[in-house]
């Protein structure tokens, strides 16, 4: 049985700086690709950013330069750095996985397992 648990999100300032995590359980993450989502209030969830098994990443236009993707596979952890953040980051970020690679690493619709979801609000 396949789990994700994200942790760190909280409440910054415009400006500041998160580090979220995702544990996974149930299955080694080391072939699987994995991504960062997130749902604002009153919007479709989006892709943020995707590392596949041979570490390339991927990233949505809105968080490149501020945002960077990372594994640790030993840990079976996946996290997400972010920088300069803005209010427009506000909302409920997720971690998924996939395990397989498809053209549009971005895209919901790739990803199998997903986390339960943990809130960062910028004001």
């Known amino acids: 049985h396949v789990q994700l648990v994200e942790s760190g999100g909280d409440s910054v300032q415009d400006g500041g700086s998160l580090r979220l995590s995702c544990v996974v359980s149930?299955?080694?993450?080391?072939?699987?690709?994995l991504g960062w989502f997130r749902q604002a209030p009153g919007k479709q969830r989006e892709g943020i950013a995707a590392?596949?098994?041979?570490?390339?990443?991927r990233y949505a236009n809105f968080v490149k330069g501020r945002f960077t993707i990372s594994r640790d596979n030993a840990k079976n952890t996946l996290y997400l750095e972010m920088n300069r953040l803005k209010p427009d980051d506000t909302a409920v970020y997720y971690c998924?996985?996939?395990?397989?690679?498809?053209?549009?690493?971005?895209?919901?619709?790739?990803?199998?397992?997903w986390g339960q979801g943990t809130q960062v609000t910028v004001s």
């Open positions: 590392i596949d098994s041979s570490n390339r990443d």
């Open positions: 149930g299955n080694s993450i080391k072939p699987w690709l």
């Open positions: 998924a996985a996939s395990d397989y690679t498809p053209i549009q690493v971005l895209a919901r619709e790739a990803y199998r397992w």
